[in-house]
């Protein structure tokens, strides 16, 4: 049976069918942007998850409190030298693995500028003792001194702080302790990993804030390394006192 003209033109005229069209033209539309957005989108979660984490620890919850940095390294290692980011089994992204090809000098650094006037200064981080460590040392450095370390091995997990320098505090806590959380030798049970966090407080602070990491670890960081995690500086304003009326 032949169409006619006429049911020829009706058929290109009927418009039943074209919103199924319009919304698979939509679809892929819309699933091209979020693929394409991913990469954003996963980082701007990592930043918040920092954000938050800082919060709830007690980071920048005062009013004259400043964040000078704050980075998990999700994005890279810009500033730092000495080390790269890396996304390590277990811990996503760090600035690491850190060897010891220093023999513990100083390897890795960052200088932080802090407003002038400001009454004190805080530097959080957490430092990762990875795989087989039997008794090395990730060190840490304030101006080019040393101002603790971070020992690690198949026993336990120790920090050592050196309060030599004037108007300076650190403390730490060991939040996971020779457990399997990843790292590059997941193959070996009794490999084993640890998760410090360390606080540095600095009292009147003049000038920028030169830190610095070392490692004593002594095989390859396929067997035994450290790395740094979720660092933040603030700094806190002086307050100033109204003058008592007269």
């Known amino acids: ?18 919103v199924t069209v319009d919304y698979v033209v ?10 394409a957005s991913a990469d954003l989108v996963v980082a701007g979660f990592g930043t918040l998850s920092d954000n938050i984490t800082s919060e709830l620890s007690g980071t920048a919850t005062d009013a004259n409190t400043t964040t000078v940095y704050n ?3 999700d994005n890279g290692a ?7 980011a890396t996304e390590i089994f277990g811990f996503g992204h760090v600035l690491g693995p850190i060897d010891g090809a220093l023999g513990g000098a100083e390897a890795v650094s960052r200088s932080f500028s802090v407003a002038e006037g400001s009454s004190k200064a805080t530097l959080n981080f957490d430092v990762l003792a990875l795989d087989s460590l039997d008794g090395e040392s990730g060190i840490i450095y304030l101006g080019g001194v040393e101002v ?11 920090f050592e702080a ?16 020779e457990v399997q ?12 990993d640890s998760r410090v966090a360390v606080s540095i407080t600095v009292d009147d602070p003049t000038g920028p804030l030169d830190f610095g990491f070392g490692s004593t670890a002594n095989q390859n960081v396929e067997d035994e390394s450290f790395a740094l995690d979720n660092f933040s500086v603030t700094s806190t304003a002086a307050v100033t006192e109204e003058p008592a009326d007269p």
């Open 148 to 158: 603790g370390r971070v020992i690690s091995n198949h026993s336990g997990t120790i």
């Open 78 to 84: 810009g500033g730092w030298t000495g080390a790269i």
């Open 71 to 73: 980075d998990g390294f």
């Open 162 to 177: 050196n309060t030599t320098l004037a108007g300076v505090t650190v403390t730490a806590t060991v939040l996971e302790d």
């Open 181 to 192: 959380i990843g790292g590059y030798s997941v193959a070996n049970d009794w490999f084993k």
């Open 1 to 18: 049976m032949s169409l006619s003209f006429a049911q020829f033109r009706k058929f290109l005229s009927d418009t039943r069918g074209a």
């Open 26 to 35: 939509i679809t892929a539309a819309a699933t091209g942007v979020a693929l």
